[in-house]
Each structure stands twice: as C-alpha cells, then as structure tokens.
C-alpha cells in the first residue's frame, strides 16, 4: 500500500521527507563539488531529501536573482519535474534577491545557506540557553527579509507539515511586523546576558578549583563529543554522525595522566562561512574557548577537505581572539584515513598534531602526553618550608598541582611542588628554591 504523504514507522505515522533541489554557483567547473557535498549534508541534516543538484558557472552571482532569469527557469522546472518542496541556494540570498526568486518560484519554498543552518540549529538546541541563542540568530536574519518571508508563507500550504526553514520562531513570528520583532530581539538579549552572567560565575567557580581548563573546538562531525567521551573514559556526552550534534557546552574532568586532572569542554562546531550573526548569537557559549587554558582542535584528517576545515576553524577562533593560546590539533579518525603516510605529510605542520582515533583509543596516550606537557609549562616546580599550622596549603598543592615529594621536619614539612600561577603566588611566602 502506498502513500502520497505519508509513510508508516512503527506504529506511527511520520510525514513524508520535504524534496529539495539544490543550487550553487562556481567560477569554474567542478570547482564548488565540496560546496555542494555540504549544503547536502546539511539538507539531509535538516530532515529532507534532495532530489536534483544544480551547478552554475559565472564570474559572480547575479545582482537581482542570484543565477539569472535564464537558469531560474530551469531550478523551476526541475522543481516541477521532481515534485520537489523547495530549493536550497548555496549562498547567503539578499532580501531583494529573496523577493526576485520568489516571484518566478511562486510555488516553492525559496530558501538559503543561512537559514538552512539555523533550521538545523533550531533541531539540535537542547538547553534553554541554546533555544534562545537560535532563536536570536533567526530574528536577527530575518527582521531585513519580512516581506520576502511572508510572501513566501502565503503560499505554504496544502496539508504539508511546515517544515525546513520555518522551524523555531518561524511558525509564530514570522507574521509579526518589525516592531514586534525588535521588541522580541530586545528581549532574548536580556535573557542571554542573565545567562552569561551565570556561566561566568560557574567559569570562576572552575577557574577556582585550579584546574586547567581545555576547550575541545573543530568543524562539525568532526568527533569532538567523542573524544570528549575517550577522554573521560565513558560516553557521558551525546555523540552521534550528525552535523552540528552539540549546540550546548558540556565539560567534564579528565585524567591526563602523571597525576594531572584538567576540565574539558566541547561546543557547538564550527563550518565555512558560518554566519556572523551565529557567531554573535553563540557568543556567550563560544567565549568557553575564549577562557580556557588550552585549545585542543579536533580535525576529520580522513576528509579530504581536512585543511580547508581547519582553516575554516582557525578563521573563527581567530575572530574570537583566542589563536594566541596553546593549541593542539587531534587528528581525529586516523583509522578511517585512506593513506595514512601522505595524509601525515600534508597535516604534520598543524599546530602539535596528533594522529588518533576517539572510537578505538588510538594515539589518545600521545594526546594526554602532549596535553600534559603543555600543562607543565604553564607551572613552576618550587620547594616549600610549610609550619605544621598550615598544612592545609599542602592539601590543596595535591588538589591542584603535583606534590612530587615531601619530607618531615621538626617544624616544618618540606616539599617539592609543581603547581599554577595562582597556587603559586599562595605559597610563595614558603618557598625556599624555585626550577
């Protein structure tokens, strides 16, 4: 038995996936194939199936439409010809083009880059804080596109489940005139700050427990969760084949071995040309990276587009200011890599790169080596005379450093220690010898 629009799972009925069509332009043949591999990952991301994947070649886009008359004609006719629901532009639409394209697409979907990923976003957000940075990222995009947008609501219709690109505050809001937007944007602000203000007292309650702290960042799919989790040594995070699987920070205390315990976090990852107003939305979750000690960036060395991944990464930590910090790159699904000796030859030169692999372990001692290392250089080996009346010092020296030895004197204990900044400066009264 067939269905037009439905299809049986389970015992439930789940709506049939929406059928995009997917447009890009290059300025050379084959030049956006690894474009276009993404935007169609995304799309399956967001929950539809692509039907047909149309390739432009020009200089630059069109002013008014993006691709030209000419080719608008034949994206609607493929849309005809696929029973399609929508299509899917491989750029960032300005709000004219928006409204050009929809006046030849009238019965379509018309959606871009842009809110493709936010669709995505809107999915995956979890936490309260989460739902509300997306919802930011979508008002902020949407407030110069109303008019488009509501032409194109106009004509959602016919018993379909809404779907792509209308998710999140997209069923309420998008009717609403600006001022009602501006009020709204106004409003999740406040409520991001009180957030921010939050996660700031739970970083200085973090920071005060003198744990080094390190931010695990990379392109998304990457296998960020999953080191998290190899590192742990449990699956306590979520972590699964799917974009941008992680929106929320999750840390965690790790064991990097030597006696060396650090706090690791993983966040939402990172793509090309991920839109500013993301990035801004984000920022309270992303300045994790911002705070921490070490910088661990998790790259898929198995993809071919490994570098431009990394690049892509760098860009973004760059805008965060944070390049300046000990940095790692994990060179993660090593075991997935075709040709391991001229992969390594290509990615050697990224920052303390380690080959690994976060599902079987692989190179995860040379990660916690190298990880420990770079905790060592950010501390001072002194040797302490501590009176008996002030033990409490050496207590919290083992919490937060290494106590490499200790001897007892008549009045004193005396001990070798290896501990940061901040603990240092505590017992500096007592030290009688610094390496």
């Not at 957000?125 to 109303?146: D, F, I, M, N």
């Not at 920070?249 to 040309?273: E, Q, W, Y």
């Not at 001229?342 to 995860?364: D, E, I, Y």
Request: charged residues 30%; glycine residues 6%.
């Amino acid at each position: 038995m067939a269905f037009d629009e439905e299809i049986i799972v389970g015992r439930e009925i789940a709506p049939e996936p929406e059928r995009a069509v997917l447009v890009g332009i290059e300025d050379s043949p084959g030049a956006s194939q690894s474009a276009m591999q993404e935007l169609l990952q995304l799309v399956r991301a967001a929950g539809a199936s692509v039907v047909d994947v149309i390739t432009q070649t020009r200089s630059e886009p069109d002013p008014a439409t993006y691709v030209g008359k000419g080719k608008l004609e034949e994206i609607k006719q493929s849309l005809e010809a696929n029973e399609a629901d929508m299509v899917v532009f491989n750029a960032t639409l300005k709000p004219a083009q928006i409204n050009n394209i929809l006046d030849v697409l009238e019965k379509w979907k018309v959606l871009d880059r842009v809110e493709l990923i936010l669709d995505v976003f809107a999915q995956h957000a979890r936490s309260r804080e989460g739902k509300l940075q997306v919802e930011l990222a979508q008002l902020t995009y949407l407030l110069p596109r109303l008019v488009g947008h509501g032409k194109m609501m106009s004509r959602i219709g016919g018993g379909r489940v809404l779907g792509i690109g209308v998710r999140g505050p997209g069923e309420t809001k998008l009717e609403t005139d600006r001022r009602r937007l501006r009020r709204r944007i106004t409003h999740i602000r406040r409520e991001l700050e009180e957030v921010r203000s939050r996660r700031n007292t739970e970083r200085t309650a973090r920071h005060r427990s003198g744990l080094p702290t390190i931010s695990i960042v990379g392109y998304t799919n990457a296998g960020k969760s999953s080191l998290l989790n190899a590192l742990v040594g449990s699956q306590q995070v979520a972590a699964h084949d799917r974009l941008f699987e992680t929106l929320d920070p999750t840390t965690r205390r790790v064991d990097l071995g030597d006696g060396i315990k650090a706090l690791a976090s993983d966040t939402v990852g990172f793509l090309r040309n991920l839109p500013p107003n993301l990035i801004a939305a984000f920022r309270s979750t992303l300045e994790e990276v911002v705070e921490a000690d070490i910088i661990v960036e998790v790259v898929d060395a198995s993809s071919p587009e490994a570098l431009d991944q990394h690049r892509a990464s760098q860009e973004i930590i760059g805008e965060l200011k944070a390049l300046d910090k000990p940095y790692v790159v994990a060179l993660n699904k090593w075991d997935m890599v075709a040709d391991p000796e001229s992969t390594w030859q290509r990615l050697k030169r990224l920052p303390n790169a380690v080959p690994l692999s976060a599902t079987n372990g692989v190179g995860l001692e040379e990660l916690r080596k190298c990880l420990r290392e770079l905790v060592r250089k950010r501390r001072t080996v002194a040797t302490i005379r501590l009176p008996y009346n002030r033990l409490e010092l050496l207590d919290i020296a083992h919490q937060r450093g290494q106590v490499l030895s200790q001897e007892y004197q008549p009045d004193y204990v005396e001990a070798r220690v290896e501990v940061d900044q901040q603990m240092f400066s505590k017992l500096e009264r007592f030290v009688v010898a610094e390496s």
